[in-house]
Antibody, heavy 116, light 112 residues
Protein backbone atom coordinates (compact mmCIF):
# COMPACT_ATOMS: atom_id res chain seq x y z
CA UNK A 1 0.00 0.00 0.00
CA UNK A 2 1.34 3.40 -0.99
CA UNK A 3 1.71 5.72 1.99
CA UNK A 4 2.95 9.29 2.21
CA UNK A 5 3.32 10.70 5.71
CA UNK A 6 4.26 14.33 6.23
CA UNK A 7 5.81 15.73 9.38
CA UNK A 8 7.70 18.76 10.58
CA UNK A 9 4.96 21.35 10.62
CA UNK A 10 4.44 23.76 13.48
CA UNK A 11 4.45 27.36 14.59
CA UNK A 12 7.29 29.58 13.41
CA UNK A 13 7.88 33.31 13.49
CA UNK A 14 8.02 35.41 10.33
CA UNK A 15 11.51 35.22 8.87
CA UNK A 16 12.11 31.84 10.41
CA UNK A 17 12.81 28.44 8.87
CA UNK A 18 11.22 25.03 8.94
CA UNK A 19 11.93 21.71 7.25
CA UNK A 20 9.10 19.44 6.27
CA UNK A 21 9.50 15.72 5.62
CA UNK A 22 7.40 13.25 3.69
CA UNK A 23 8.11 9.59 4.42
CA UNK A 24 7.18 7.32 1.54
CA UNK A 25 6.44 3.62 1.63
CA UNK A 26 4.77 0.94 -0.44
CA UNK A 27 6.48 1.83 -3.70
CA UNK A 28 9.93 2.30 -5.22
CA UNK A 29 10.42 5.90 -4.14
CA UNK A 30 13.51 6.48 -6.25
CA UNK A 31 11.62 6.05 -9.52
CA UNK A 32 8.99 8.75 -9.01
CA UNK A 33 8.90 12.52 -9.32
CA UNK A 34 7.40 14.07 -6.20
CA UNK A 35 5.56 17.32 -5.46
CA UNK A 36 4.62 19.61 -2.62
CA UNK A 37 1.18 21.26 -2.63
CA UNK A 38 -0.19 23.64 -0.04
CA UNK A 39 -3.59 24.86 1.07
CA UNK A 40 -4.44 27.84 3.19
CA UNK A 41 -7.22 26.63 5.51
CA UNK A 42 -10.53 27.29 3.81
CA UNK A 43 -8.91 28.08 0.46
CA UNK A 44 -7.88 26.13 -2.63
CA UNK A 45 -4.94 23.90 -3.49
CA UNK A 46 -1.74 25.46 -4.76
CA UNK A 47 1.23 23.63 -6.24
CA UNK A 48 4.50 24.57 -4.54
CA UNK A 49 7.42 22.51 -5.83
CA UNK A 50 8.52 19.46 -7.76
CA UNK A 51 11.59 17.26 -7.79
CA UNK A 52 12.49 14.58 -10.29
CA UNK A 53 13.26 11.04 -9.31
CA UNK A 54 16.99 11.42 -8.66
CA UNK A 55 16.89 14.99 -7.37
CA UNK A 56 18.74 16.47 -10.33
CA UNK A 57 15.90 18.74 -11.43
CA UNK A 58 13.56 20.91 -9.38
CA UNK A 59 10.84 23.49 -10.09
CA UNK A 60 9.06 26.00 -7.88
CA UNK A 61 6.03 28.23 -7.81
CA UNK A 62 6.98 31.88 -8.18
CA UNK A 63 5.66 32.61 -4.69
CA UNK A 64 8.31 30.42 -3.03
CA UNK A 65 11.20 30.59 -5.50
CA UNK A 66 14.43 31.51 -3.77
CA UNK A 67 13.03 30.78 -0.31
CA UNK A 68 12.02 27.11 -0.46
CA UNK A 69 14.16 24.14 -1.49
CA UNK A 70 12.84 20.70 -2.33
CA UNK A 71 15.14 17.72 -1.93
CA UNK A 72 14.99 14.00 -1.40
CA UNK A 73 16.90 11.12 0.13
CA UNK A 74 16.17 8.05 -1.93
CA UNK A 75 18.06 5.82 0.49
CA UNK A 76 15.70 6.92 3.25
CA UNK A 77 12.60 7.12 1.02
CA UNK A 78 12.00 10.67 2.19
CA UNK A 79 11.05 13.92 0.49
CA UNK A 80 11.92 17.26 2.09
CA UNK A 81 10.87 20.88 1.82
CA UNK A 82 13.24 23.37 3.40
CA UNK A 83 11.38 26.62 3.97
CA UNK A 84 13.37 29.76 4.75
CA UNK A 85 12.41 33.42 5.16
CA UNK A 86 8.89 32.33 6.03
CA UNK A 87 6.07 34.82 5.66
CA UNK A 88 2.63 35.00 7.25
CA UNK A 89 1.17 34.12 3.85
CA UNK A 90 3.05 30.80 3.88
CA UNK A 91 0.66 29.62 6.59
CA UNK A 92 -0.97 26.53 5.13
CA UNK A 93 -1.35 22.79 5.24
CA UNK A 94 1.46 21.26 3.19
CA UNK A 95 0.85 18.01 1.33
CA UNK A 96 3.23 15.77 -0.55
CA UNK A 97 1.95 14.28 -3.76
CA UNK A 98 2.99 11.52 -6.11
CA UNK A 99 1.45 11.79 -9.56
CA UNK A 100 2.59 9.57 -12.39
CA UNK A 101 0.39 8.77 -15.35
CA UNK A 102 -2.82 8.57 -13.40
CA UNK A 103 -1.34 6.88 -10.35
CA UNK A 104 -1.90 9.62 -7.82
CA UNK A 105 -1.37 9.56 -4.07
CA UNK A 106 -1.63 12.32 -1.45
CA UNK A 107 -0.23 12.53 2.02
CA UNK A 108 -2.42 13.61 4.93
CA UNK A 109 -0.71 16.99 5.27
CA UNK A 110 1.16 18.93 7.93
CA UNK A 111 0.15 22.38 9.16
CA UNK A 112 2.62 25.24 9.08
CA UNK A 113 1.67 28.40 10.94
CA UNK A 114 3.76 31.52 10.49
CA UNK A 115 2.90 34.04 13.16
CA UNK A 116 4.52 36.30 15.68
CA UNK B 1 -0.72 31.25 -19.28
CA UNK B 2 -2.78 28.19 -18.52
CA UNK B 3 -5.73 28.77 -16.21
CA UNK B 4 -8.36 26.26 -15.05
CA UNK B 5 -11.77 27.76 -14.30
CA UNK B 6 -14.36 26.08 -12.09
CA UNK B 7 -17.72 27.30 -10.83
CA UNK B 8 -17.53 28.00 -7.09
CA UNK B 9 -20.53 25.89 -6.17
CA UNK B 10 -23.00 23.27 -7.34
CA UNK B 11 -25.85 21.44 -5.70
CA UNK B 12 -28.21 18.58 -6.36
CA UNK B 13 -30.58 16.37 -4.44
CA UNK B 14 -29.66 13.09 -2.82
CA UNK B 15 -29.76 10.39 -5.49
CA UNK B 16 -29.62 12.86 -8.38
CA UNK B 17 -26.68 13.69 -10.63
CA UNK B 18 -24.40 16.70 -10.80
CA UNK B 19 -21.98 17.66 -13.57
CA UNK B 20 -18.96 19.77 -12.68
CA UNK B 21 -17.09 21.74 -15.31
CA UNK B 22 -13.42 22.68 -15.55
CA UNK B 23 -12.59 25.02 -18.42
CA UNK B 24 -9.09 25.24 -19.86
CA UNK B 25 -7.94 28.68 -20.93
CA UNK B 26 -7.65 29.55 -24.59
CA UNK B 27 -4.97 27.66 -26.49
CA UNK B 28 -4.77 24.84 -23.98
CA UNK B 29 -7.72 22.69 -24.97
CA UNK B 30 -5.68 19.47 -25.37
CA UNK B 31 -4.46 19.12 -21.77
CA UNK B 32 -5.21 16.11 -19.60
CA UNK B 33 -7.06 16.86 -16.39
CA UNK B 34 -7.02 15.19 -13.00
CA UNK B 35 -9.93 15.48 -10.56
CA UNK B 36 -9.46 15.47 -6.81
CA UNK B 37 -12.05 15.37 -4.03
CA UNK B 38 -11.66 16.97 -0.63
CA UNK B 39 -14.28 16.12 1.95
CA UNK B 40 -14.75 18.49 4.88
CA UNK B 41 -11.82 18.51 7.29
CA UNK B 42 -9.93 15.93 5.25
CA UNK B 43 -7.01 15.96 2.86
CA UNK B 44 -7.41 15.71 -0.91
CA UNK B 45 -8.16 12.38 -2.52
CA UNK B 46 -7.44 11.43 -6.11
CA UNK B 47 -10.56 10.61 -8.11
CA UNK B 48 -9.81 10.26 -11.80
CA UNK B 49 -7.60 11.39 -14.61
CA UNK B 50 -8.98 12.22 -18.06
CA UNK B 51 -6.33 11.97 -20.75
CA UNK B 52 -6.29 14.07 -23.90
CA UNK B 53 -7.22 11.02 -25.99
CA UNK B 54 -10.39 10.51 -23.96
CA UNK B 55 -9.07 7.57 -21.97
CA UNK B 56 -9.18 7.75 -18.22
CA UNK B 57 -7.79 6.18 -15.07
CA UNK B 58 -9.54 5.98 -11.74
CA UNK B 59 -8.20 6.03 -8.22
CA UNK B 60 -8.36 3.07 -5.88
CA UNK B 61 -11.85 2.41 -4.59
CA UNK B 62 -13.54 5.18 -6.54
CA UNK B 63 -17.11 4.09 -7.26
CA UNK B 64 -18.52 3.88 -10.76
CA UNK B 65 -20.84 6.76 -9.87
CA UNK B 66 -17.96 9.05 -10.78
CA UNK B 67 -17.27 9.56 -14.47
CA UNK B 68 -15.35 12.00 -16.65
CA UNK B 69 -15.83 13.39 -20.13
CA UNK B 70 -14.78 16.35 -22.23
CA UNK B 71 -15.87 18.68 -25.00
CA UNK B 72 -13.42 21.11 -26.54
CA UNK B 73 -11.76 23.04 -23.73
CA UNK B 74 -14.21 21.81 -21.13
CA UNK B 75 -13.59 18.86 -18.86
CA UNK B 76 -16.42 17.35 -16.86
CA UNK B 77 -16.79 15.31 -13.72
CA UNK B 78 -20.23 13.76 -13.33
CA UNK B 79 -21.37 12.30 -10.05
CA UNK B 80 -24.42 10.08 -10.38
CA UNK B 81 -26.69 8.82 -7.61
CA UNK B 82 -25.39 11.48 -5.25
CA UNK B 83 -24.65 10.32 -1.75
CA UNK B 84 -24.24 12.42 1.38
CA UNK B 85 -20.54 11.59 1.45
CA UNK B 86 -20.13 13.21 -1.98
CA UNK B 87 -20.57 16.60 -0.35
CA UNK B 88 -17.09 17.98 -0.79
CA UNK B 89 -14.85 20.32 -2.70
CA UNK B 90 -13.75 19.11 -6.12
CA UNK B 91 -10.60 20.38 -7.79
CA UNK B 92 -9.41 19.94 -11.34
CA UNK B 93 -5.67 20.01 -11.96
CA UNK B 94 -3.17 19.68 -14.75
CA UNK B 95 0.58 19.80 -15.38
CA UNK B 96 2.36 22.38 -17.49
CA UNK B 97 5.30 20.91 -19.37
CA UNK B 98 4.82 17.88 -17.16
CA UNK B 99 6.44 19.73 -14.31
CA UNK B 100 4.43 22.60 -12.84
CA UNK B 101 1.04 22.00 -11.31
CA UNK B 102 -2.01 24.15 -11.94
CA UNK B 103 -5.21 23.78 -9.90
CA UNK B 104 -8.64 25.15 -10.55
CA UNK B 105 -10.28 27.15 -7.81
CA UNK B 106 -12.49 24.25 -6.78
CA UNK B 107 -16.23 23.60 -6.79
CA UNK B 108 -18.10 23.07 -3.55
CA UNK B 109 -20.80 20.42 -4.02
CA UNK B 110 -23.79 20.49 -1.70
CA UNK B 111 -26.12 17.52 -1.48
CA UNK B 112 -29.64 18.75 -0.83
Amino acid sequence: EVQLVESGGGLVQPGGSLRLSCAASGFTFSTYWMHWVRQVPGKGLVWVARIDNDGSSTAYADSVKGRFTVSRDNAENTLYLQMNSLRVEDTAIYYCLRDWHGEVYWGQGTLVTVSS
Amino acid sequence: QLVLTQSPSASASLGASVKLTCTLSSGHSDYAITWHQQQPEKGPRYLMKLNSDGSHTKGDGIPDRFSVSSSGAERYLTISSLQSEDEADYYCQTWVSGTQGIFGGGTKVTVL
